[in-house]
């Protein structure tokens, strides 16, 4: 018997070497990951355990829990808290419940001709820049001269102006297409036999929603509910366009930057760390299983 | 006295768009029998079992389950079962709750639910699988889930759309028995569709032959194959085997379009006559094909056309090969030849 000598392979570099290609495609997007945003993530955490002198306004460079401890024992601050998780669950079901039946109609109902013109029209608002949207809301809100108000006035209702409805109502405005969209993907997907299977075995339409078409597009809803859900609790501009005196975290956070940055990093904090909780506890629902 | 017709299917037509995908079907089923829709793709023969179970609505004709007009009843209040073609099992539930779901939905106490859900479950012998999730199945497996998920609910006809279709060779053969016994035992009228003329002769006690969504004949698997009623049966059911009108003019002596089947035609190399009562002709040996079991010759008539015939590899020498291109004799025995019309 004879060994065959393979000859070395013939092809460009990238062919003779995997690793290499595998860092030319990476590489950028991975240190800018890694650099920039996971930096500038930790810089925040570190900031937030520093201090600020009282006298001269200096940063103060030693370790302490004194910001946690003030954001955390403050019941103004809790309030503040508490009231933009709120607004970010409100705005989260308010889009899922007009999501649902929107995208449910792009993906099932409408022709296989209508269907990209849909999905661009839900992707329209995306184009106008979210100012001239919260300040379209401003107009709308407007106690005095505001439309809803104007509408309302014949009734001898007053309009409910700016506050804590305005706020909720703008953000699921801003935030619906980040609903709308993934739950869209999760109906197109949705099998027809499915459904037929649940009308066959005996359900009707309302037994087959939630037994069936709710538990398969449930992964769709979580990552819809993540936008929404994170860009809301982010938010402070549409608390300061509409929300009259109502302070949503971010603007506690905007407030505190220039005189009290380590604080300002520390109340930061709290918006990724609610995140972070709300994605663990999506995850034991085993909804990011099938992503 | 009990209806013996349990689906009747009158003046049947669904359109899509501008093709008549089911072309006014006429149709009874009876009571008990293994009845398959056999049909190319694109015949129609889906179109009409998704009618039966009510998951398209008939452009025109009407629908009977056991003497109901159910024509325009919503699929669930229909007492039939449908074992579906990619097998629509729920993938977040496991094995036991598909099962189930048609009892939970009909509100049967839990007991007797779980209790007939592995009855069903043994009854396609996957007892011990009841915890796993679809996903974690093979092809096969998930079928015979399939087929509890619908046994279960005890209909009254079962409607089957190609299940075996996603199945290998090997196993549709072993699953095409057991249907055949499970069907027995629970002696549930099965209604089949497939476009497997092999499955379907297997199977079925009658087959409904369907072409362009009309039927071209209906019959036992043995009408079916050796009286094919159309030159499309012919074709379809088995090889095609036809003399066209010269050649069976010459031949047989009448006129039409006549259809032998390839293994009731003997080839006789030169020198050997035909038996009495044989119709004979000569042509040239075009291909021998070996089939392990047996030996087809494709043979070139002179009149234009051919014919195959099928040699059993049972005696005698069996590489046959040396044939191509001589001049050989066919005869069968007039008993298997068959007029068939173009179109009823």
Redesign the interface.
């Given at each position: 018997m004879t060994t065959v000598e393979l000859a070395s392979p013939k092809g460009g570099f990238g062919y003779r070497h995997p690793r290499a290609r595998l860092v030319a495609l990476l590489g950028a997007p991975m240190s800018w990951l890694i650099v920039i945003y996971l930096g500038s993530l930790a810089a925040l955490f570190l900031t937030a355990f520093w201090t600020v002198d009282g006298f001269t306004g200096a940063l103060v460079r030693t370790f302490t829990l004194e910001n946690f401890v003030d954001v955390f024992t403050t019941p103004a601050y809790l309030w503040v808290m508490a009231r933009t998780v709120g607004i970010a669950v409100a705005v989260t079901i308010l889009c899922l419940l007009l999501a649902v039946p929107v995208a449910y109609f792009m993906a099932r109902i409408a022709t296989k001709r209508w269907q990209p013109l849909l999905v661009a029209m839900i992707l329209t608002p995306l184009w106008a820049s979210y100012l001239v949207k919260a300040y379209a809301w401003r107009a709308m809100l407007s106690p005095e001269s505001g439309v809803i108000a104007w509408f309302l006035a014949p009734l001898g209702i007053g309009g409910p102006g700016f506050g804590i409805f305005g706020i909720i109502v703008t953000l699921t405005y801003l935030w619906l297409p980040y609903m709308i969209l993934p739950v869209y993907a999760g109906f197109s997907r949705l099998?027809d036999?499915?459904l037929?299977?649940?009308?066959?075995?005996?359900?009707?339409g309302w037994?087959t929603f939630r037994?069936?078409v709710v538990?398969?597009i449930f992964p769709a809803i979580v990552a819809g509910s993540i936008f929404t859900f994170s860009l809301s609790l982010g938010d402070y501009i549409t608390a300061q366009i509409v929300g009259g005196k109502v302070q949503m975290l971010g603007n506690v956070v905007q407030q505190n930057y220039v005189t009290n940055l380590p604080f300002a990093a520390a109340f930061a904090v709290i918006p990724v760390l609610i995140v972070l909780i709300y994605l663990a506890a999506v995850r034991r629902t085993g909804a990011l299983d099938n992503l | 006295m009990v209806n013996p017709v349990a689906i009747s299917l009158r003046g049947l037509t669904r359109r899509f768009g501008d093709v008549v995908a089911v072309n006014s079907i006429d149709l009874d089923v009876l009571h008990g029998e293994f009845l398959s829709l056999l049909g190319p793709s694109g015949s129609g023969k889906t179109t009409v079992l998704r009618m039966i179970a009510g998951f398209e609505r008939p452009d025109a004709g009407t629908i009977e389950l056991a003497g109901t007009d159910v024509t325009m009843t919503a699929p669930y209040a229909r007492d039939v079962n449908t074992v579906f073609q990619d097998y629509a099992l729920f993938p977040h539930m496991t094995v036991a709750e598909n099962v189930q779901y048609g009892l939970r939905v009909k509100k049967v106490a839990k007991a007797e639910r779980v209790e007939r859900a592995q009855a069903a479950l043994a009854s396609v012998r996957l007892a011990d699988y009841e915890d796993r999730k679809p996903a974690q199945l093979s092809g096969g497996q998930r079928q015979r889930v399939a087929l509890a998920r619908a046994l279960v609910n005890r209909p009254k006809v079962l409607l089957l759309d190609e299940p075996l279709g996603a199945l290998d060779l090997k196993l549709r053969e072993q699953m095409q028995v057991e249907l055949k016994e499970i069907q027995r035992e629970v002696g549930i009228t099965f209604v089949f569709v497939t476009h497997d003329q092999d499955e379907a002769l297997t199977m079925s006690d009658r087959i409904v032959v369907i072409n362009e969504g009309r039927i071209e004949q209906i019959g036992t698997p043995t009408e079916v194959y050796e009286h094919p009623a159309t030159a499309f049966v012919a074709g379809f059911v088995g090889i095609s085997n036809l003399l066209d009108p010269v050649t069976a003019e010459q031949v047989i002596g009448r006129p039409g379009t006549w259809s032998v089947r390839p293994e009731k035609i003997h080839v006789h190399l030169s020198g050997e006559s035909a038996p009495a009562g044989h119709h004979c002709l000569n042509g040239t040996v075009r291909e021998v094909i070996y089939v392990g079991m047996s030996t087809r010759f494709v043979v070139d008539l002179p009149a234009g056309g051919s014919l195959m015939a099928v040699r059993q590899n049972s005696e005698g020498s069996t590489d046959l090969g040396h044939l191509r291109g001589q001049s050989v004799g066919l005869s069968w025995d007039e008993r298997y030849e068959y007029q068939v019309a173009d179109r009823i």
């Open positions: 099998p036999s499915m037929d299977a649940s009308a066959d075995l005996g359900a009707k037994r037994s069936v538990p398969l | -």
